[in-house]
Each structure stands twice: as C-alpha cells, then as structure tokens.
C-alpha cells in the first residue's frame, strides 16, 4: 500500500464542472503540497498546508489532519486546467524524514470544451 | 519568482554513456533535489543536497551520483547509462528545506537510454 493515495486516477469533465481529486496519506505529517504538472513536464507548487482550507482563485484546497485526507476542489473547470495533480506530504513516515517529500502517482484531468 | 533551469529538455543518450544532468537556480536557496518520474511510481527522490559540497542519498540513489560545487548548481551524473534509467527527470530546490516551505521545479529532462 502506497504511503500517499490519490484518487481518481484519471478524471475527465466538462468545462464549467465541478472537480474534486481526493489525496489520502498514511502516517502524520508537517505539511501537504498540492502540486499540478501540465504536459511537457514543468510542476508548479498550487498550494502548502497543514491545516484547514486554502483559495487561489477557482481552486480550493482542503485537509484533515484527524482523518488524514485532502481534497483538491476546482470550481468552473476550464480546459486550461487540463494537467496532472500530484499530492505530496512531508514529515516522519517510515525512513523518510524532515523536508523530503513523499508523492503520490498523480491524477491526470481531462477538462473538454 | 524563483527560477530552476535544467540544461536540457530532451536527451538521448547510448547505453554505457557518461551522461550528466545540470540543474541551476537563482535564488539562492540551500536545498536542492534531483527526482526520477516513471509511470505508475510518481515522483522519487534520487539525491539531495543542503549546502555546497554536501549530500544525501535518496530513495533510490543507486547507479546516480551528484555534485554540488556551488551553491547555484545541482548536477546529477550517470556514471554508465543504462536502459532503465530511461526516465524523466525533474530537479527542485527550496530555500532552506523545511518541512513547510513551498518546492520549485525546474521543467524536467526526459532522458532516452538506447
């Protein structure tokens, strides 16, 4: 069993749908980074926290810490957003520690016009 | 913005080659991270580096090593390329490699072993 599952694998949607990726981790953790990587490879950092709820713009990132879980939420979904959205934690989980990252295997987003 | 630059987008390299990755950032961060990508195993740690001329072996460092000369650059080596290090390749840094603080990746080099 991975440390850190994401769910659902592949996601495909409607523009103007509303998406929820779902990322839950095994052991306790510091800080949970979504991340969200377009074709071509760059990853760019959406968001960081331990706790509660973050907003930037039409996303909206949630985490609960007593249920270890989190949840990417996309509001008005567009094509644009069409990449794949990796969850990562850091923290003590087993042999990895401090600052070093563990990733789960990503949701690939379809958004079509 | 803090800028990670990888020499090379693409490479193909034969098997047996030398092959060396270069990362660079400008913003003088402390940490700095090489990763592998593969289908179906996400993102896992090869090696990183907290300061100039130290590091540490990842998750699965073996057949890699890397060199940190100057605080800016992070280079991963190949010493023999082999078939399955046909991968992408992704370097990162952050500035002090705390538990929260936010990651930047550079833009990845698929690498072709042939």
């Known amino acids: 069993k991975n440390e850190v599952e994401q769910s659902p694998q592949n996601l495909t949607a409607q523009e103007g749908e509303f998406i929820t990726i779902n990322c839950s981790y095994s052991?306790?953790?510091?800080?949970l980074h979504w991340l969200q990587q377009h074709p071509g490879g760059g990853i760019v950092s959406l968001f960081m926290?331990?706790?509660g709820k973050k907003k930037h713009g039409r996303l909206i990132a949630t985490i609960n810490i007593q249920e270890k879980h989190s949840s990417l939420h996309i509001t008005a979904s567009h094509p644009r957003d069409s990449a794949v959205y990796i969850c990562?934690?850091?923290?003590?989980?087993?042999?990895?520690?401090?600052?070093?990252?563990?990733f789960g295997e990503g949701t690939q987003l379809t958004v079509n016009p | 913005d803090v800028k990670v630059t990888q020499s090379s987008r693409y490479l193909v390299k034969r098997t047996g080659e030398k092959v060396f990755l270069e990362c660079v950032q400008d913003m003088d961060h402390e940490n700095m991270f090489w990763y592998r990508q593969d289908p179906g195993l996400g993102l896992r740690l090869i090696y990183f580096?907290?300061?100039?001329?130290?590091?540490e072996k990842g998750d699965i460092p073996e057949g890699y090593s890397v060199s940190r000369e100057k605080k800016e650059r992070f280079s991963l080596i190949l010493e023999s390329a082999s078939t399955n290090q046909t991968s992408m390749y992704l370097c990162a840094s952050s500035l002090f490699g705390q538990a929260n603080e936010k990651l930047f990746f550079g833009s990845g080099t698929q690498l072709s072993v042939l």
């Open positions: 926290l331990s706790s």
């Open positions: 580096s907290y300061d100039v001329k130290m590091k």
């Open positions: 990562a934690v850091s923290g003590w989980l087993g042999e990895t520690s401090g600052s070093r990252l563990t």
């Open positions: 052991v306790g953790i510091s800080a």
